[in-house]
Every structure is written in C-alpha cells, then in structure tokens.
C-alpha cells in the first residue's frame, strides 16, 4: 500500500509564504496525477490544486493567483506554494495521488485519487 508523506505545515501569519511537499514512501511508485485538498474545521473538504505527471494543471477558484503547484519528477515530490496566506487558509492539508491520468476538468474530483495522505496542517493567524 503506498503511503503518501506530506510536510511544510505549520503556524504562519497573515501573508505569509508556506511551500508543502508531498513524496510517495514507495520510491517506485510515480503517480499519473497529485493533488491537494484541504479541509477546516466544519467544512467540507475542497480541492486546492493538482498536477498531472506529464504536463497539465488545475488551482482552484479559492487560491487562484495564491498558489501553485509544481512537480519535480526526478525527487518523485509535488510542491504546493502557497503565498499571501490568509486566515480562511486554514485548513488540514491533503496530499492526493492517482495511477490514472485524469482530463484537466476532472482533476478536482476525489474519485481521481486511489491514495491519500494524513494531511499537514496550516494554521494562518491574523
């Protein structure tokens, strides 16, 4: 069973700059597509960004022109940049991944992602 290991969270302040990084434990293992997700405290979970491994990305509405997402295939690692960090940024953070390469239009789906982290939190103080 792969295992994803997310790390970067922590207690930040407003504006603020955090980069996240998400690597598979299984060396071996090279996901068609990694996401991020996030989910606060009573709120549903929502998708943040994701990247295929060969070319192709989706950011959604909520951290457009915030964040962004990257992907270094030799490290096996995806990044999430996040910049101008805002207390409504905070959230538990998910690292997603998928065997299968997704239509950019269905990157934000959870039913892309086979595999799912424990999640990195970051805390955004005002």
């Known amino acids: 069973q792969v295992q994803l290991v997310e790390s970067g969270g922590g207690w930040v302040q407003t504006g603020d700059s955090v980069r996240l990084s998400c690597v598979p434990s299984?060396?071996?293992?090279?996901?068609?597509?990694v996401g991020w997700f996030r989910q606060a405290p009573g709120k549903e979970r929502e998708f943040v960004a994701a990247?295929?491994?060969?070319?192709?990305?989706s950011i959604g509405d909520a951290v457009k022109g915030r964040f962004a997402i990257s992907r270094d295939n030799a490290r096996n690692t995806v990044y999430l940049q996040m910049k101008g960090l805002k207390p409504e940024d905070t959230a538990l953070y998910y690292c997603?991944?998928?065997?299968?390469?997704?239509?950019?239009?269905?990157?934000?789906?959870?039913?892309?992602?086979?595999?799912w982290g424990q999640g990195t939190q970051v805390t955004v103080s005002s």
């Open positions: 997603a991944a998928g065997s299968t390469r997704p239509i950019i239009s269905a990157m934000s789906l959870a039913r892309v992602y086979e595999y």
């Open positions: 299984d060396a071996t293992f090279s996901p068609a597509v």
């Open positions: 990247i295929r491994r060969t070319s192709g990305s």
